[in-house]
């Protein structure tokens, strides 16, 4: 991130005939350089914090392998997907290499979630023109009560043992070389559907990216990029156990 400083607005003073006039005015002048430079040394300090945090340690958080469509177990990237547990909340990265139009399996329009609203149709993209992509959380926060000895959709609910939720936490239009997904879920915050997350250092915590066709222009991208479609088998996704 780059910081410009705000310079402020030329100040002009037109001294009195006397000397006390002329001392004032040389006052005024001192404490206008005075302020720059004091302006300029803050900014300095701002890049130089800047540039250190990107040349410093590695992001917090543990990683995990993002598998590859359909409730695989077989990894499609290797450690692309980041989790960093807080008392106040989960916060998600993944990058991976944007997959490419066409080369993988795609929803349908009807296959929206409960209580979902309805989303445009979904077609391959094509070099010129970008895919939508959203980045989801699903949050167990009883693992150990998940059914079936894992947890999935079917622990998804207010009313489940498992006490699962699901969040949106990113969405993008892929129009570069790689596809990156950020994004924080606080304590507290309403679920797109399911349970809230109330154990966010020891739940099991699953990271999914949804694919949504070729971008459209209009409120139909704005659904794209803001809602679900799709389900597992679609999903390319990553788990975390709890610590």
Excluded: K
């Excluded at 000397?19 to 430079?37: E, F, I, K």
């Excluded at 445009?120 to 959203?134: K, L, Q, R, Y």
């Excluded at 990216?209 to 390319?236: K, M």
Aim: aromatic fraction near 6%.
């Amino acid at each position: 991130m780059t910081y410009s400083p705000t310079r402020p607005a030329p100040h002009t003073t037109i001294a009195d005939d006397t000397v006390g006039g002329a001392s004032d005015d040389r006052g005024r002048r001192g404490a206008t350089m005075l302020a720059l430079a004091l302006a300029l040394v803050a900014v300095v300090a701002l890049v130089i914090a800047g540039i250190a945090l990107l040349d410093g340690d590695e992001p917090a958080g543990v990683t995990a392998d993002v598998n590859e469509q359909g409730q695989s177990d077989s990894p499609a990237f290797r450690d692309a997907a980041r989790l960093e547990r807080r008392a106040d909340g989960l916060y998600a990265a993944i990058d991976i290499p944007t997959p490419a139009p066409g080369s993988y399996d795609y929803p349908t329009a009807d296959m929206i979630p409960p209580n979902g609203a309805p989303h445009p149709v979904v077609s391959a993209g094509a070099s010129d023109a970008p895919e939508a992509f959203t980045g989801w959380m699903f949050v167990f926060n009883h693992p150990e009560r998940c059914t079936d000895g894992q947890c999935d959709l079917d622990d998804i609910g207010p009313d489940t043992e498992a006490l699962g939720g699901s969040y949106q936490f990113d969405g993008r239009v892929a129009d570069g070389d790689r596809l990156v997904l950020v994004g924080p879920v606080r304590l507290g915050q309403d679920p797109a559907g399911g349970a809230r997350m109330v154990e966010p250092l020891t739940a099991e915590v699953h990271l999914a990216i949804a694919p949504h066709g070729r971008h459209l222009p209009g409120a139909d991208g704005w659904r794209q990029l803001n809602g679900g479609v799709g389900g597992p088998e679609f999903w390319w996704a990553a788990t975390f156990a709890p610590d």
